[in-house]
């Protein structure tokens, strides 16, 4: 797929640089000088500025500097201190009001991202200005994943507007929230509804999780002919009725499943066809809980560092173990089901998923390369709110431009080390790893870079 001319990619010359370097130079100069009535201009003028982002210390999340977040933020910042006990979930970078990042600087004082964007919505862009209403469409994100999230899936627009209208203090939002995830670490999660055989196979092979499907649910997937409509429906039978089992009775075959697994493992038996490794780890994350079961339904799905998967809305998913690059629609709309201690909604679940089986293979997002910058490739999926790109600079290239794109952008460095420069900065800003650098639209910046082993930078941005 080639990527259509979205944006100028065309290198600054020498002379643009130094341009730079005397503008910001005259811009820190005149901030200090002017009254503060023009203050208000005078931050309008920098348009190119670093960011304070929040931490979540989810409890599922990696503690301490086992933790990618926790690398990042110490790395943005070396006064920073990481509790060695303590979880380091997610870090979010963007506008969301749950958690919005606060420019880093001494012009604007505790101004957030999101207050910025509403006194100069024009930083976005016109396009995203006017499409998204003068918000921010996108929530950045990097996820360090210990122990299971929920199994859950995001809604589309209308039904978001529906449940945060009926349930806000369960749905917080009225947006639909289809995600990506790029790979920073070897990373895995399960990911839509296995091929048909293969739930077959579970059937057949694991008694406890037929008996909460039932027999009549599990004929008529197998009696399926192929008619994809017929699928989908025999496969939501299926699925509902284990969801919707009394917990006792997920208890008692779950105890049963375990204690059979586990005595297998002990005597040195193969328990792959009951995916015996994934179910154990589950059980001791979560005993008892019918998300444990799902590994029945769901893909499991491995990544390795820059692979992707795109969630659209309705897809079943829930991340497992390792550390990632998250980026979404600015919402926090999230329809649980199991794996978790939070507000469970399986009847909106049910409902809502997309019940098309596929293999694993089909649910990796492979990037394409950007036609004009051999050192960016493009993870643009099906939705206009959000495209991610991860630039690789090369040990042997020195001086590099992040270009000026029609679209606000969030950076993140996740290696390497520069010295930025961009006539929209206060001055010169020092890059190194965990740095998140605000991008104004229609802004380039102009890196020296000093890291011997080159750069890898993750930029969110939305490209319509």
């Known amino acids: 797929m080639l990527v259509a001319p979205k944006k100028d990619t065309g290198s600054r010359s020498g002379a643009d640089s130094q341009h730079s370097l005397k503008r910001a130079g005259s811009l820190s100069r005149h901030v200090r000088e002017r009254p503060i009535t023009m203050l208000r201009t005078a931050m309008e003028e920098v348009r190119v500025f670093t960011l304070t982002c929040a931490v979540q210390n989810y409890a599922w999340g990696k ?11 110490l790395g943005g910042d070396p006064l920073a201190v990481i509790e060695e006990d303590k979880p380091y979930a997610e870090l979010w970078m963007g506008a969301h009001p749950k958690a919005d990042a606060k420019i880093k600087d001494n012009l604007t004082g505790e101004t957030t991202l999101g ?88 059937l057949k092979s694991v008694p406890e999780f037929h008996a909460l499907v039932g027999n009549e649910a599990a004929e008529e997937l197998r009696c399926v002919t192929g008619d994809a409509v017929h699928t989908r429906q025999a496969l939501k039978k299926c699925f509902t009725r284990m969801m919707n089992c009394e917990k006792k009775v997920i208890v008692d075959q779950l105890n049963m499943l375990m204690k059979r697994v586990t005595g297998d493992a002990a005597a040195g038996k193969d328990t792959s066809e009951c995916n015996g490794a994934l179910l154990l780890r589950l059980h001791s994350q979560y005993p008892g ?54 507000y469970i909604d399986v009847n909106t679940l049910c409902d809502m ?28 999926p099906p939705v206009p709110d959000f495209t991610v ?20 952008g969030i950076l993140l460095v996740v290696e390497g080390d520069a010295i930025a420069t961009s006539a929209a900065a206060l001055s010169d800003i020092t890059l190194r790893r965990g740095t998140v650098l605000f991008i104004s639209a229609n802004e380039a910046v102009s890196l020296h870079v000093t890291a011997q082993l080159g750069m890898t930078m993750f930029r969110a941005c939305c490209l319509l």
């Open 63 to 73: 503690a301490g500097l086992d933790s990618e977040v926790a690398k990042l933020v």
């Open 115 to 202: 207050q910025w964007i509403a006194q100069f919505p024009g930083c976005l862009g016109s396009k995203v200005k006017d499409t998204f209403q003068g918000q921010l469409p996108f929530l950045f994100k990097v996820l360090s994943v210990n122990t299971a999230l929920s199994i859950q899936a995001h809604p589309n627009r209308e039904l978001a507007a529906r449940l945060h209208a009926q349930f806000p203090e369960h749905y917080p939002d009225d947006n639909h929230k289809p995600e990506m995830a790029i790979a920073l670490t070897h990373f895995q999660g399960l990911c839509g509804f296995r091929p048909v055989e293969e739930i077959l196979g579970f």
């Open 389 to 408: 790109m991860r630039i690789q600079v090369p040990a042997s290239v020195k001086q590099y431009t992040v270009a000026a794109l029609d679209s606000a």
């Open 353 to 380: 998923l997309n019940y098309t089986p596929a293999p694993a293979s089909s649910k990796l997002f492979p990037p394409v390369k950007d036609y004009s910058d051999p050192f960016v490739s493009i993870y643009d």
């Open 289 to 342: 809980d019918i998300g444990c079961f799902s590994i029945y339904f769901l893909n499991y799905v491995a990544l390795e560092p820059s692979q992707a998967m795109f969630l659209g809305a309705s897809e079943p998913h829930a991340y497992l173990y390792g550390d990632c690059i998250e980026c979404m629609a600015c919402s926090d709309n999230t329809v649980r089901a199991g794996l978790t201690p939070k």
